[in-house]
């Protein structure tokens, strides 16, 4: 028996929006316009520096500057907007309720607090590793537990949005195969998954490194492993 759930229909689109549903992907459309604007600002910085007529930031702050504009534009802005798009394409397009939404907005908060926590890392101004935080450079360990907690965040989304094609499914909520763009959404989040497995296989060791509790991780092996994540979270897109 299918649960009684809230919707509304938009005026203009006519598409049918769950209420959970709705505030989740405005909530995460939000966030990844914010980091978009911050990264846009920031990449300011970065030009007007690079200009030499300009040369406007000293090098430290150069650094920290382009390593919060190379993050918060190639990880939390993509991201972030991908979730809202998983939400978007699985209730919404497909008319049924969204799964487990409770924790859904557990995910996006640590989204959140995990992209905060990252920021405010850099912009104490000990954590300028660049988007690539190759090591032997070191970071403080907020700046990969925001990470971390980012990342478990996006994935447990990806799982809300591969429940939410079960209950679509098991409630009849559409007919034949799932449209195209829900299809394009699906392949997004098994490359999601990959890049936050990715991520998560560099990136627990490292704040490990940088508590103290490992010696060294190999500059080689955290290079190959680290890259599943950076070029995977690009091809979201």
């Excluded at 005026?11 to 604007?37: D, H, M, Y």
């Excluded at 890049?195 to 290079?223: C, F, H, K, N, Q």
């Amino acid at each position: 028996m299918a649960i009684a759930t809230t919707y509304r229909t938009c005026p203009r689109s006519g598409l049918q929006f769950e209420a959970n549903a709705e505030k989740l992907i405005t909530a995460n459309a939000v966030a990844a316009v914010v980091f978009l604007l911050i990264g846009g600002v920031l990449a300011l910085g970065v030009a007007l520096t690079r200009w030499p007529a300009v040369h406007w930031l000293p090098a430290d702050t150069f650094y920290m500057v382009l390593t919060a504009h190379g993050i918060d534009m190639l990880i939390f802005w993509i991201i972030f907007f991908e979730m809202a798009v998983l939400i978007f394409a699985s209730s919404t397009l497909l008319r049924c309720r969204l799964a487990m939404p409770k924790l859904a907005w557990v995910a996006s908060i640590l989204m959140v607090i995990g992209a905060i926590m990252t920021n405010v890392a850099i912009f104490q101004g000990e954590s300028s590793v660049m988007f690539t935080s190759y090591v032997p450079m070191q970071a403080k360990p907020h700046f990969y537990l925001g990470l971390i907690l980012f990342a478990v965040g996006a994935l447990l989304i990806c799982f809300i949005f591969l429940g939410t094609l079960v209950v679509a499914k098991a409630e009849k909520t559409y007919e034949g195969s799932i449209p195209l763009v829900t299809f394009g959404a699906l392949t997004a989040c098994i490359i999601a998954i990959f890049t936050i497995a990715g991520g998560a296989v560099i990136l627990i060791p490292t704040l490990l490194w940088s508590l103290g509790y490992i010696r060294e991780i190999d500059t080689l092996m955290y290079r190959v492993v680290w890259w599943a994540m950076g070029h995977s979270s690009q091809q979201i897109n």
